[in-house]
């Protein structure tokens, strides 16, 4: 196996992994969409953002999944992983929320990775820039 055929599987796998936690999560807010409203607002984020949640979450996935738009949708999502640490996951004094702030930035680091890197040669963005 090459050096080139052992980087594109392993962006693969990353793009998979990666986009499997918020395909399934978008998925799910759909059938408890009331619940995921009142929990966002809590938290005073206004409940009318969650279609756009769910349509970065099922959406974005597919794309990172597909490897097609990656360098732009890493970004977003790292921007969001960002974004839900510091506003979901600030209680540090709870072991659990300590460690989602840390799960969601280290989540973010990985979609910085691939957008500096992009999605490899096992993707649509490779097949379409040819």
Request: charged share 10%.
């Amino acid at each position: 196996m090459t050096h080139e055929t052992l980087a594109a599987a392993g962006l693969l796998a990353g793009r998979l992994l990666l986009a499997l936690i918020f395909i399934h999560e978008g998925y799910s807010i759909m059938g408890s969409y009331d619940g995921a409203v009142a929990y966002m607002q809590k938290f005073g984020v206004p409940g009318i953002l969650l279609p756009a949640v769910i349509a970065l979450e099922l959406g974005g996935g597919l794309l990172i999944a597909a490897g097609a738009m990656t360098r732009i949708v890493s970004m977003a999502f790292a921007i969001f992983c960002v974004l839900t640490a510091v506003l979901f996951h600030w209680q540090f004094g709870d072991r659990n929320q300590l460690l989602h702030f840390e799960k969601d930035l280290a989540i973010a680091g990985g979609f910085l990775v691939l957008a500096v890197c992009g999605a490899g040669r096992w993707s649509l963005d490779r097949y379409w820039t040819q």
